[in-house]
């Protein structure tokens, strides 16, 4: 009866998430900014107190945003809003799913709240995404009720690296597990510390993660949505790469075409024009923290 119920639920919560493929979801610290993504063409907006940018300069604890801004965001579109929660950190989550907030991410840019344990998400009725940076880390957020995967990458540095980096791992362990043997399905299940029952899904359905998965982490440019949108993601998070940039009322609308468009290198020309400054980036190798190595 709750395995029948968790699939009802499941199935919900990820057809939220299909709704949102081929677009953008965009970080946003205020009202002006939400109005900002969503005239861009943005589908969802995530609200937070700081981009991760902000979050990685100012250090101390980041939490989940004050109510009060999520309601006034909530209040401003008409789009979906998001809202952050600790890693393990439930008592958030409970807060948010009060709020009516139409998705929680248990984020890795905030300050772990739990060493040992992520929220366990089947308790909500609220869809939760969660970030990871291999196959093994996604499958193990999935068991826990996750409807939504994005590549971690390195957020708050406008280097998309980390994403390509996470993204192809995840991709190509899809693929291999699609061209296993059933039996080769055990060992896999062992190999990535994951739920066999995942396994054997993602076997039996050509190699597809059985959520969404979207990228997040660094994107800063039109040609790094394209970029990720071809190496498999099927949606882009940007948070600092547009509010951290010369003009980010245009640069939110090119990053929202390039990823509708990414297969269209003229569109890429084109929206790439002009665009302003970019966020000015930084080296991996400069990094006192990689916040991709929160959770596990
Ligand atoms: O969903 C997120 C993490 O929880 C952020 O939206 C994402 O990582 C943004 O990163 P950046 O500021 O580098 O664009």
């Known amino acids: 009866m709750v395995a029948e119920l968790n699939e009802g639920t499941a199935r919900v919560k990820r057809g939220l998430a299909e709704m949102l ?6 970080d946003v610290v205020n009202a002006e900014q939400a109005k900002i993504a969503e005239d861009a063409g943005a589908v969802a907006v ?5 981009v991760p940018a902000d979050i990685r300069r100012d250090g101390g604890v980041a939490r989940m945003s004050d109510p009060a801004l ?7 579109v008409t789009i979906p809003v998001m809202a952050k929660v600790r890693i393990g950190h439930f008592a958030e989550a409970q807060i948010l799913e009060a709020m009516e907030v139409d998705y929680i991410d248990e984020s890795e840019v905030l300050t772990p709240a739990d060493e040992s344990y992520h929220v366990d998400k089947w308790a909500f009725q609220v869809p939760f995404v969660c970030g990871a940076t291999n196959l093994g880390e996604a499958l193990r957020r999935i068991g826990e009720g996750a409807a939504l995967i994005r590549s971690k990458g390195e957020a708050g540095t ?3 690296v980390e994403a390509v980096r996470h993204l ?11 061209a296993a043997s059933e039996q080769e399905l055990y060992g896999w299940a062992k190999k990535l510390n994951a739920p066999y029952e995942l396994v054997a899904e993602i076997h039996a359905n050509g190699g597809h993660l059985p959520v969404p998965l979207f990228c997040a982490g660094g994107i800063a440019t039109p040609a790094d949505a394209s970029l990720v949108m071809q190496l498999g993601a099927e949606a882009n998070f940007v948070g600092s ?3 951290k940039s010369g ?3 245009r640069r939110a609308r090119a990053i929202v075409e390039a990823t509708t468009h990414y297969q269209d290198p003229q569109t890429l020309i084109r929206v790439s024009e002009n665009l302003g400054e970019a966020m000015v980036g930084i080296e991996m190798d400069a ?3 990689h916040l991709a190595d929160r959770g596990w």
């Open 158 to 160: 406008g280097n998309v």
């Open 247 to 249: 003009d980010p009322a």
């Open 70 to 76: 999520i309601r006034e965001i909530q209040e401003t």
């Open 287 to 289: 990094l006192d923290q």
């Open 21 to 26: 493929r081929g677009g953008v979801i965009m």
């Open 46 to 50: 995530m609200a937070l107190e700081r």
């Open 241 to 243: 790469g547009i509010f």
């Open 168 to 178: 192809r791992s995840i991709t190509s362990d899809l693929r291999a597990i699609a």
